[in-house]
C-alpha cells in the first residue's frame, strides 16, 4: 500500500521518466512480504535501455524492471535503496537511517 504521496510530485516523477529522464519517486509503502522496509523508491525511465544501464551500474538485472505499465521501473527497498540514493545524492529522500526507512517530504 502505497501512501504520502504528494500529487505534484508524483506529476513531475511521469513527466521526467517520459522525457527519457531517470526519475526517482520515493513514497510511505508497507507490504507484509517486505517487513522492516516503510519505504520504496521507484527509479523509472521510458527509455528501457537507458534504464538497463542505469541499473547495471548498481548490479540491478534488466528483468527486474516492471514492464506492466506506462512508466518502467525499478523497485528499490531496504539497505540497496539507502545505497543507491546517497550515491545518486538524493539523501534528501529518507531520513532516520539506522530505523527504518522512511520519506522526507
Known amino acids: 500500500m502505497a501512501f504520502g504521496l504528494k500529487r505534484r510530485t ?3 516523477w511521469k513527466q521526467l521518466a517520459e522525457k527519457g ?3 526517482f519517486l520515493t513514497h510511505f509503502w508497507l507490504d507484509e512480504r517486505f517487513p522492516g522496509c516503510t ?3 521507484k527509479v523509472a525511465c521510458t527509455n528501457i535501455s537507458k534504464l ?3 541499473g547495471a551500474q548498481y548490479g540491478l538485472k ?3 524492471i516492471h514492464r506492466r505499465d506506462k512508466y518502467p521501473h525499478y523497485d528499490l527497498l531496504g539497505d540497496r535503496q539507502i545505497e543507491i540514493l546517497k550515491n ?3 539523501e ?3 531520513f532516520n537511517l539506522g530505523q527504518g526507512h522512511r ?3
Open 88 to 90: 545518486e545524492g538524493l
Open 62 to 64: 534488466p528483468e527486474w
Open 21 to 23: 529522464e531517470i526519475a
Open 92 to 94: 534528501n529522500h529518507l
Open 52 to 54: 538497463e544501464g542505469w
Open 103 to 105: 520519506f522526507q517530504q
Open 10 to 12: 508524483l506529476i513531475e
Open 39 to 41: 519505504t520504496v523508491t
